[in-house]
């Protein structure tokens, strides 16, 4: 069965493929596959065909939305980044993947799927709308909402896993290669990167590292491997954690006998396959 993205609706995009230019002496070609943002945090992926960066900004509307736990000190009068554990989202809750969400930036209103029951619409921009989503979403969590979440938005701010306003980006062939390592699929979206590329080798992400990088006409930095979490352990279509991704990495890729090795990477420090990307220059991504 097809994962269901939403009602059908003129926000809803499909995929575009465009190179990515790395401006350095050995230029791998590599292509956008796929472009996401993810309006709520810890809800559903949405498409995009084209996206507009600006410089210092993640993607537009990219969690731009949070359900924020009873007892989570946010702000939004004067927000400042907190961690994942005061939101709702995947790493702690696996269940918010079985509901299915769409946004509408042109009138605001969040559209979410339950699995069993009707669609809830409502309205960001109107108290009482957010009133009927964190409800809505309380009772969806049940117990593992804590006291009375709010759902909440911050105008400038978003609710990302670092500080830094950022882009992410996933290689799909070291994907593929650690699926192939593991003999099990894995869906690219256990990982909620905002852009998907192919074209280069296995682990070809190392070599951006500290480089510039032209998508379309944006330029960016990648500064940051990523750092993975248990988010990863949750089946998209699912909603149950049935791998562990970051453990089954470290496993597979143990030094071999010529003497090479992984970096640390694998065990703690971040994701061999994903990277942090800062737009240095806005311009359209598509």
């Known amino acids: 069965m097809r994962r269901w993205r939403g009602p059908s609706s003129p926000w809803m995009w499909y995929f575009a493929l465009r190179r990515v230019k790395v401006p350095t002496e050995e230029n791998v070609p590599m292509r956008v596959e796929h472009i996401y943002r993810y309006p709520v945090k810890g809800l559903t992926a949405e498409a995009l065909e084209e996206v507009l960066l600006s410089p210092g900004e993640c993607l537009p509307h990219d969690r731009r939305f949070a359900l924020a736990q009873g007892d989570s000190p946010m702000d939004p009068a004067a927000p400042?980044?907190?961690?994942?554990?005061?939101?709702g989202c995947l790493a702690y809750n696996a269940r918010l993947a079985a509901l299915h969400s769409a946004f509408d930036p042109k009138t605001g209103t969040l559209a979410i799927r339950p699995p069993d029951g009707p669609t809830?619409?409502?309205?960001?921009?109107?108290?009482?709308?957010?009133?009927?989503?964190a409800a809505f979403l309380t009772g969806f969590l049940g117990e593992e909402a804590r006291g009375t979440p709010r759902f909440v938005e911050a105008p400038g701010h978003n609710f990302t896993d670092v500080a830094a306003k950022c882009v992410s980006i996933i290689g799909l062939s070291?994907?593929?290669?650690?699926?192939a390592k593991v003999g099990m699929p894995l869906d690219p979206l256990r990982f909620r990167a905002n852009i998907y590329v192919s074209g280069a080798g296995?682990?070809?992400?190392?070599?951006?590292?500290?480089?510039?990088v032209l998508l379309g006409g944006a330029r960016l930095r990648v500064f940051k491997r990523i750092v993975r979490c248990p988010a990863t352990e949750v089946n998209p279509d699912t909603a149950e954690r049935d791998?562990?991704?970051?453990?089954?990495?470290?496993?597979?890729?143990?030094?071999?006998?010529?003497?090479?090795?992984?970096?640390?990477?694998?065990?703690?420090?971040?994701?061999?396959w994903a990277m942090r990307w800062k737009p240095t220059q806005g311009d359209l991504l598509h």
Request: hydrophobic share 40%; aromatic share 8%.
């Open 80 to 87: 400042a980044w907190l961690p994942k554990r005061h939101f």
């Open 120 to 133: 809830l619409q409502a309205s960001t921009r109107t108290e009482a709308g957010r009133a009927e989503i």
């Open 174 to 179: 070291s994907l593929h290669a650690l699926a």
């Open 202 to 212: 296995p682990w070809a992400e190392f070599d951006l590292l500290g480089q510039e």
């Open 243 to 272: 791998a562990a991704p970051p453990k089954m990495a470290a496993r597979a890729f143990r030094p071999c006998r010529s003497g090479c090795s992984m970096p640390r990477c694998w065990r703690a420090a971040g994701s061999p």
